[in-house]
């Protein structure tokens, strides 16, 4: 089992920054490849970027350049700094583990079997 807890949301302005962090607990946390989703209101839950256990990267198109995923193995925290925020990028965030990946990170939701509750990131314009 795998527990995940996500802090650092918030309402900032357009043109600002956040970052996000994750606290995982559990065992095997640091073999997984982790992901951050986002879903805005009647809209489904979409990738955001991903991070495999070795620390390769992938983002969504809409976040290249703006967005940075990192994991803290000895904290056992998966991060996302997201700079230049968009009104658009207002949604709930979410982290997950792909518990059956370490390498190869999936951009689609099915694949993430623990999911954290959630964090509001609101950006006014």
């Known amino acids: 089992q795998v527990q995940l807890e996500e802090s650092g949301g918030g309402l900032v302005q357009a043109g600002g920054s956040l970052r996000l962090s994750c606290a995982a607990s559990?065992?095997?946390?640091?073999?997984?490849?982790m992901g951050w989703f986002r879903q805005a209101p009647g809209n489904e839950r979409e990738f955001v970027a991903g991070?495999?256990?070795?620390?390769?990267?992938m983002y969504a198109n809409s976040v290249k350049g703006r967005f940075t995923i990192s994991r803290d193995s000895a904290k056992n925290t998966v991060y996302l700094e997201m700079t230049n925020l968009r009104p658009d990028d207002t949604a709930v965030y979410y982290c997950?583990?792909?518990?059956?990946?370490?390498?190869?990170?999936?951009?689609?939701?099915?694949?993430?079997?623990?999911w954290g509750q959630g964090s509001q990131v609101t950006v006014s314009a």
């Open positions: 559990g065992r095997a946390y640091s073999d997984y490849v």
């Open positions: 991070i495999s256990w070795a620390g390769a990267s």
């Open positions: 997950a583990a792909d518990s059956t990946a370490t390498v190869i990170v999936r951009m689609s939701a099915k694949f993430y079997d623990y």
